[in-house]
């Protein structure tokens, strides 16, 4: 991400917005709205959300016609990676290794659980 949107964080609409444009790679206002569940949103507010997106610099368009095509410049991993770091730093005082211990005592996380978590890790390394 770049140093611009680093901090930014998105409001729950904003994020739900992201989710969508990352799955679909790009859209217009109708087709995101589309996407959602019943009772739809309001073109109108979506469209403001994208277009505070759009300042945050999370999304950007190129025109199509008289409307625009809406896509998202923030890699999904990139802006998950700065949720997690602000989650571990705001939560539990910066140490990765409190939040999974949190988890697994909440979660009751098997100890079979945690070797298969384990493994995916290592495999990623």
């Not at 991400?1 to 990352?22: G, H, P, R, V, Y």
């Not at 995101?32 to 277009?51: C, G, H, L, M, Y």
């Not at 610099?57 to 016609?65: A, M, T």
Request: glycine residues 4%; neutral net charge.
């Amino acid at each position: 991400m770049s140093k611009s949107n680093t901090n930014k964080q998105l409001t729950k609409a904003e994020e739900d917005i992201m989710q969508i444009l990352w799955d679909l790679g790009e859209g217009n206002v109708a087709a995101i709205v589309a996407q959602f569940d019943e009772p739809k949103p309001a073109t109108n507010t979506v469209s403001t959300i994208v277009r505070i997106l759009e300042s945050k610099e999370f999304v950007s368009y190129r025109k199509e016609g008289r409307g625009h095509i809406y896509f998202p410049i923030i890699k999904k991993e990139a802006y998950s990676n700065q949720s997690i770091n602000k989650l571990v730093d705001g939560y539990f005082q910066g140490s990765f290794k409190s939040m999974v211990s949190f988890f697994m005592k909440k979660n009751d996380i098997s100890v079979k659980e945690m070797e298969a978590i384990m493994n995916e890790i290592n495999k990623e390394k």
